[in-house]
């Protein structure tokens, strides 16, 4: 029986290849080079089957020349570089790794907010620099979290999970989302507050950007937006690139029309605006949420699963649409 040929479009723990390797015929990419389009292309002639993170986009000018296609298997739970209408016209079946990167995300969305609001990464490199010298009464005076308002813009899971934490912190939770959650899901999410986006700005002390990015997201915080903030408030994003004005955000820390912002993602990563690193009230870490090994193997699992599952013929076990 002639096995199925896949395309791994980046490097992975070399135990996911064995285990594919006895289903299909793999393509890996273990010296990890980040594929053009062309390149893509190239590599993809042939295949059944594709598993990749976001790095990969999948356009519909490169699906309509990808005739023996049939499943694109993002390993993430956002999958905005694939053309999910293109794959679904020409019966491509797309697939995601929803939920397995809760928890962890949620963990590092705290993690950017308490080195945020506290100065960790700003106070660490003057230690490192030499400059401490005595302790100052106002030296490196942060913002507190406990007893404050948290704004969460994306109240799905991941957004729940990151709200539920808020409990140990004794914040009051607002939120904004497409539709209102359950009252038994804002219950779980720390007793949440569903108000509009207005409100949830002007509001929050803290505010963690969770939308998925699409048309409708992009820029969503903005200028206009930043200028609706508290001077002292702080922006996370573990979201998306994109969903951010980048520059009106630099305007903003700049001018500190907000106190610091917390980011893991950019537009055009991974070349973020190179004014982001002339700021001291800004954490940057390299798009890292998830990257936990148990959660990085978990969320290949699920794409490994869906791959398998559809070439065999079955139901995907997580499909999205479009």
């Given at each position: 029986?002639i096995?199925?040929?896949?395309?791994?479009?980046?490097?992975?723990?070399?135990?996911?290849?064995?285990?594919?390797a006895g289903?299909?015929?793999?393509?890996?990419n273990?010296?990890d080079i980040?594929?053009?389009e062309?390149?893509l292309?190239?590599?993809?002639?042939g295949?059944?089957?594709?598993?990749t993170?976001?790095s990969?986009?999948?356009?519909?000018g490169l699906?309509?020349?990808?005739?023996?296609?049939?499943?694109?298997?993002?390993?993430?739970?956002?999958?905005?570089?694939?053309?999910?209408?293109a794959?679904?016209?020409?019966?491509?079946?797309v697939?995601?790794?929803?939920?397995?990167?809760?928890?962890?995300?949620?963990?590092f969305a705290?993690?950017?907010?308490l080195?945020?609001?506290?100065?960790?990464?700003e106070?660490?490199?003057w230690?490192?620099?030499?400059?401490?010298?005595?302790?100052q009464i106002d030296g490196?005076?942060?913002?507190d979290?406990?007893?404050?308002t948290?704004g969460?813009?994306?109240?799905?899971?991941?957004?729940?999970a990151?709200?539920?934490?808020?409990?140990?912190f004794?914040?009051?939770v607002?939120?904004?989302?497409?539709?209102?959650?359950?009252?038994?899901?804002?219950?779980?999410?720390?007793?949440a507050?569903?108000?509009?986006?207005e409100?949830?700005?002007?509001?929050?002390?803290h505010?963690?950007?969770?939308?998925?990015?699409?048309?409708a997201?992009r820029?969503?915080?903005?200028?206009?937006?930043?200028?609706?903030m508290?001077?002292?408030a702080?922006?996370?994003?573990v979201?998306?690139?994109?969903?951010v004005?980048?520059?009106?955000?630099?305007a903003?820390?700049r001018n500190?029309?907000?106190?610091?912002?917390?980011?893991d993602?950019?537009?055009?990563?991974?070349?973020?605006?190179?004014?982001?690193?002339?700021?001291?009230?800004?954490?940057?870490?390299?798009?890292?949420a998830?990257?936990?090994e148990?959660?990085?193997?978990?969320?290949?699992?699920?794409?490994?699963?869906n791959?398998?599952?559809?070439?065999r013929?079955?139901?995907?076990?997580n499909?999205?649409?479009?």
């Amino acid at each position: 029986m002639i096995k199925p040929k896949v395309l791994l479009t980046r490097a992975v723990f070399p135990d996911v290849i064995a285990r594919l390797a006895g289903y299909v015929e793999v393509e890996t990419n273990q010296d990890d080079i980040v594929f053009s389009e062309q390149e893509l292309l190239q590599k993809m002639q042939g295949k059944q089957g594709v598993i990749t993170p976001s790095s990969a986009r999948f356009s519909a000018g490169l699906i309509a020349q990808l005739p023996e296609l049939k499943a694109i298997c993002a390993m993430t739970v956002g999958y905005d570089n694939i053309d999910v209408a293109a794959c679904e016209a020409r019966g491509v079946v797309v697939t995601n790794a929803p939920d397995v990167l809760n928890q962890t995300t949620a963990d590092f969305a705290w993690a950017l907010l308490l080195s945020t609001a506290r100065r960790v990464t700003e106070s660490g490199q003057w230690l490192r620099d030499g400059q401490w010298k005595k302790w100052q009464i106002d030296g490196f005076l942060g913002a507190d979290v406990h007893g404050k308002t948290l704004g969460i813009l994306g109240m799905g899971r991941i957004g729940q999970a990151i709200a539920r934490r808020s409990m140990g912190f004794d914040m009051q939770v607002i939120y904004h989302n497409r539709s209102r959650l359950t009252e038994q899901e804002e219950a779980y999410a720390n007793h949440a507050v569903y108000v509009d986006k207005e409100q949830l700005l002007a509001q929050a002390d803290h505010l963690i950007l969770m939308v998925p990015y699409s048309a409708a997201t992009r820029h969503c915080i903005g200028a206009a937006e930043l200028a609706m903030m508290k001077p002292g408030a702080t922006l996370i994003n573990v979201a998306r690139g994109g969903v951010v004005d980048d520059a009106a955000l630099i305007a903003a820390l700049r001018n500190r029309q907000i106190a610091a912002a917390g980011l893991d993602v950019f537009e055009n990563e991974p070349q973020l605006n190179p004014d982001f690193l002339s700021l001291s009230n800004v954490v940057l870490t390299p798009h890292i949420a998830s990257a936990s090994e148990s959660t990085r193997r978990a969320m290949l699992q699920c794409a490994v699963d869906n791959l398998i599952a559809v070439l065999r013929g079955e139901a995907a076990l997580n499909p999205v649409h479009s």
